[in-house]
């Protein structure tokens, strides 16, 4: 027999069409009239072969089996379905967010952890991280590396001093950082770790800059856009807007010389004007920066024309941003996946099994997402003999990708996604669990994957025209 894959898409361009395989992610560019006559043909061709093809579409026929487009036997998508799950990375620790204070200066209102809500928060370390507990935390992280058998030299494990805000606990961040630098040689699967903040930015000092410039360690500063409007939800706690506080920051990093990368969470206000974080980018010229939409949980709820909006958004600022050079970091993941034709797995570095969390207390965790409450925060640092890659806890998020949720099969975009947030798909409705699927991500990902072929479509018409 011979028909077309279940995991084969059709992508419209008026006179061509993509035919693409979601698993083997390498589209296939067809006129209209030869995919006609490949319809007309198939329609004829259920006890056929690949070798009875009409001569005229002989070469595209033979081209669109390689890829998987079309099969040859009723079980080979079952096969490379299998086989693509086969390939599923074993969990291993490489990435560590370590929680210098679960404290806040600001109260934004779309706080994903819960700095917003007082019930919440009542819940969160009054006391930050000290320095004993850090040397535990780092030790107990190095220990996972090697237990994950990556304790080589090329290994490029991640710690991110997070919060809460980090620089409330400046001293302990710069302790730790110190230690890392100076036991990059003995111990060598931290050779190359990479070191980097996540903060508001607003207790910076020029101190403090430089300092971290001396450690090595990246300042991500947390943002909404350019104006005053984008940042309405960006508040301290008593309801104070803070956005020119922000970019008192940036200017001194900006005279001192200190590159800055941006973590821009996409409210709706920011997504009325393109032009704004463009032009904070120009101002600052900021060289990396990764987009944030936003996530819902019950006591805030983003309609689906928000996820409509935000994705797009992220394209159309992608498009803008790498005339510049610069890539930002979210959809240049997908991108890799498409460019390579390699399933990218998991778009999370937790539900790829690499994550640990360490709260200030030294308590263990999958996700930051559950500071509040420390679900899924399932040991300690004391714990000399826990191995993150075999616990049932870390065992169960390292397998939530769309590969393994039979309702995504059929999504185009199965291939390039890698899945949501649990903890969002989790807050979407009452009976949903982190195995449920993170709604707003489907959007980001089909429209992201359409961009994707659709400009691949634009450089080959302009490669034809050049010709």
Not at 319 to 337: A, N, P, Q, T, W
Request: charged share 25%.
């Amino acid at each position: 027999m011979v028909a077309m894959s279940r995991f084969t898409h059709v992508f419209d361009f008026g006179k061509d069409v993509a035919l693409y395989h979601s698993l083997r992610m390498k589209p296939v560019y067809l006129t209209k009239e030869t995919y006609e006559t490949l319809c007309t043909w198939l329609q004829n061709a259920q006890n056929g072969s690949i070798e009875d093809s009409p001569q005229d579409i002989s070469a595209e026929v033979s081209e669109l089996a390689k890829y998987k487009i079309l099969v040859r036997a009723a079980d080979e998508d079952d096969r490379v379905l299998q086989f693509v799950r086969s390939k599923i990375p074993a969990p291993a620790t490489n990435v560590c967010y370590m929680i210098l204070s679960e404290q806040c200066n600001l109260a934004c209102k779309y706080c994903f952890l819960g700095n917003n809500d007082e019930v919440k928060r009542k819940n969160f370390l009054l006391e930050n991280m000290s320095e004993e507990t850090a040397d535990k935390a780092l030790d107990f992280f190095i220990r996972q590396i090697k237990a994950s058998g990556l304790d080589t030299e090329t290994n490029e494990p991640v710690l991110i001093f997070y919060g809460g805000e980090p620089l409330i606990n400046f001293e302990v961040l710069e302790h730790v950082a110190e230690r890392v630098n100076s036991l990059r040689e003995s111990v060598p699967c931290i050779k190359n770790m990479e070191m980097s903040m996540v903060s508001n930015g607003l207790l910076l000092t020029e101190d403090r800059i430089l300092r971290l410039q001396e450690l090595g360690v990246g300042i991500a500063i947390s943002i909404d856009g350019f104006t005053v409007e984008a940042n309405q939800m960006r508040v301290d706690r008593a309801g104070n807007k803070v956005f020119p506080r922000i970019l008192e920051k940036l200017d001194l990093c900006k005279k001192l010389g200190v590159d800055v990368s941006l973590s821009v969470t996409i409210s709706e206000e920011t997504l009325k004007n393109e032009q704004d974080v463009l032009r904070l980018i120009d101002e600052y010229n900021i060289k990396g920066l990764g987009f944030n939409i936003m996530m819902s949980d019950e006591k805030f709820t983003l309609p689906q024309s928000y996820n409509e909006a935000a994705a797009q958004f992220i394209i159309d600022e992608f498009v803008e941003l790498r005339k510049r050079g610069i890539y930002e970091d979210r959809i240049m993941r997908k991108l890799k996946s498409f460019s390579k034709a390699q399933v990218y797995f998991s778009d999370c570095a937790a539900t790829a099994g690499g994550q640990i969390v360490i709260a200030p207390n030294g308590r263990v965790g999958i996700c930051h997402g559950c500071l509040f409450d420390k679900e899924y925060f399932v040991a300690t640092i004391d714990d000399d003999d826990f191995i993150a890659i075999q616990d049932p806890n870390f065992l169960e998020w390292s397998q939530l990708t769309p590969l393994n949720h039979e309702e995504c099969y059929d999504c185009q975009a199965l291939g390039i996604c890698g899945g949501g947030c649990p903890i969002n798909a989790r807050n979407l409705k009452p009976e949903n669990t982190i195995h449920s699927i993170d709604e707003r991500f489907c959007v980001h990902a089909k429209k992201t994957l359409e961009f994707f072929i659709a400009d691949l479509y634009r450089i080959i018409l302009k490669n034809r025209a050049a010709q």
